[in-house]
């Protein structure tokens, strides 16, 4: 891909620090390229797994309050992007995080997808799964991710 096609950047936060490293990122990358930067917030379902035969159990969750206060944090992060000089827009979605984030960047025709990853093994990542992992692959554009900075052992 050609650096001087990028022109739209998905940011994906869940409101982390580490998101906050991923968007610092596209910062950088939207300065140098001159793109706008697109963020965006899924509000998840919650759902828990259960045996037999009922699978999967989603529990009912106040989606107005849960959206309501994504919002909120959403204007904070479009507003610290604006502050840097970046066109800045936000969105909050609600589903499952890794295809709302695929299906947001397909819609909006963006260039790159910008997602930080928390670097779960084993257990972790066997019961979470990695969002980065999955918008990885199935989305149509690149993705960068950003890793947690670990420190060096002694």
């Known amino acids: 891909m050609d650096p001087q096609s990028i022109k739209r950047i998905v940011v994906a936060t869940d409101f982390s620090d580490l998101s906050r490293e991923a968007i610092d990122t596209a910062v950088g990358l ?5 793109a706008t930067i697109d963020l965006v917030h899924v509000a998840a379902e919650l759902a828990l797994a259960a045996p037999p035969p009922m699978d999967v159990v989603t529990l009912p969750v106040n989606p107005g309050a849960v959206v309501a206060d994504a ?3 959403m204007a904070d992060e479009e507003g610290r992007v604006r502050e840097r000089g970046i066109a800045c827009e936000s969105s909050v979605l609600m589903g499952r ?4 984030i695929v299906a947001h960047a397909d819609a909006t025709h963006s260039d790159l997808i910008v997602i930080a990853t928390h670097g779960r093994t084993g257990l972790g990542h066997a019961l979470l799964g990695s969002v980065a992992e999955k ?5 149509h ?3 960068l991710t ?6 060096p052992q002694a």
Do not use: I
């Not at 939207?30 to 001159?34: S, T």
């Not at 995080?97 to 709302?100: G, K, M, R, V």
């Not at 950003?146 to 420190?151: A, D, M, Q, T």
């Open 30 to 34: 939207a300065r140098q390229f001159g």
């Open 135 to 139: 918008v990885v692959q199935h989305a």
């Open 97 to 100: 995080s890794d295809a709302e």
């Open 141 to 143: 554009c690149p993705v």
């Open 71 to 73: 919002s909120r944090r």
């Open 146 to 151: 950003v890793p947690e900075r670990r420190s």
